[in-house]
């Protein structure tokens, strides 16, 4: 059984609308990271995964949304 993606993928073209809305063609891209809660019958766990492998840009992009969350 496979496994459905399409609750990510609605998440991923819904930000996508958002960000041609507020910025417009303009702009582009910069580098991406995608938290996924992944929830099993015995356990749930957390995966991240980043377009930047290094570790301070994957850690700086979770600090700045963590910042944008909490509104400081």
Known sequence: MTMDQS??????????EAI?????????????C???????????????RSSDRRPHIRIGLLLQALRMELGS
Do not use: N, W, Y
């Open 34 to 48: 995608v938290i996924v809660e992944v929830l099993c019958p015995d356990e749930s766990t957390v995966r991240v």
């Open 7 to 16: 609750k990510l993928g609605q998440v991923v073209a819904e930000q996508m």
């Open 20 to 32: 041609e809305e507020d910025h417009g063609e303009e702009c582009e891209i910069g580098d991406v």
